[in-house]
T-cell receptor, first 112, second 115 residues
Framework: SQQGEEDPQALSIQEGENATMNCSYK?????LQWYRQNSGRGLVHLIL?????REKHSGRLRVTLDTSKKSSSLLITASRAADTASYFC????????????FGRGTSLIVHP | EPEVTQTPSHQVTQMGQEVILRCVPI?????FYWYRQILGQKVEFLVS????????KSEIFDDQFSVERPDGSNFTLKIRSTKLEDSAMYFC?????????????FGEGSRLTVL
């Protein structure tokens, strides 16, 4: 299976702290994406990083990709209570149809 | 901002009944997907659809499932004879460009409860 697997499964931090979530996958990819899901809601795209990129920023988000280790990390800096959500990575296997495949997610709780 | 809309937001049905979940993808998008998420678990791919036919489907998408695009806007997922284990959130998603990296736009989901 190509799906990414997020780590940790759950993360609890205080407002203002940084949150780091990791994603590992098994085979070569075209790109890796991070999505956010508020409880009971749809997934919202956060950021996409291509296989030839190593780091990408968007606001308080920083994503890294290490294709040699088949892993990615999502860093949320200066977290806010509103960042409380589940975060999923999605990988798209190279050479195949475009089917973003999701992991189990990391549940982030940011305490005010 | 364009969005994917799904109906119903919640449906309760008896085991063995047929269910149709509806989606209106973003108007200029070409590729459509159904995913499902059993409560608290991972988001699982069911099927992708392009040019009025299925392009890929997962093992979950067995003969009890079907998809169609009956008109230019709606994209439906039908479950012919629901089972208890079909209880989940079903998400429709669409994307404009195939073969290139791009974000999926998800609807808010349809929660299916099978009793």
């Amino acid at each position: 299976s190509q799906q990414g697997e997020e780590d940790p499964q759950a993360l609890s931090i205080q407002e203002g702290e940084n949150a780091t979530m990791n994603c590992s996958y098994k085979t070569s990819i075209n790109n890796l994406q991070w999505y956010r899901q508020n409880s009971g809601r749809g997934l919202v795209h956060l950021i996409l990083i291509r296989s030839n990129e190593r780091e990408k920023h968007s606001g308080r988000l920083r994503v890294t990709l290490d294709t040699s280790k088949k892993s990615s990390s999502l860093l949320i800096t200066a977290s806010r209570a509103a960042d409380t959500a589940s975060y999923f990575c999605a990988t798209d296997q190279s050479g195949g149809s475009y089917i973003p495949t999701f992991g189990r997610g990391t549940s982030l709780i940011v305490h005010p | 901002e364009p969005e994917v809309t799904q109906t119903p937001s919640h449906q309760v049905t008896q085991m063995g009944q047929e269910v149709i979940l509806r989606c209106v993808p973003i108007s200029n998008h070409l590729y459509f997907y159904w995913y499902r998420q059993i409560l608290g678990q991972k988001v699982e791919f069911l099927v992708s659809f392009y040019n009025n036919e299925i392009s890929e489907k997962s093992e979950i998408f067995d003969d009890q499932f079907s998809v169609e695009r009956p008109d230019g806007s709606n994209f439906t997922l039908k479950i012919r004879s629901t089972k208890l284990e079909d209880s989940a959130m079903y998400f429709c998603a669409s994307i404009g460009l195939r073969g290139t990296a791009g974000e999926l736009f998800f609807g808010e989901g349809s929660r299916l409860t099978v009793l």
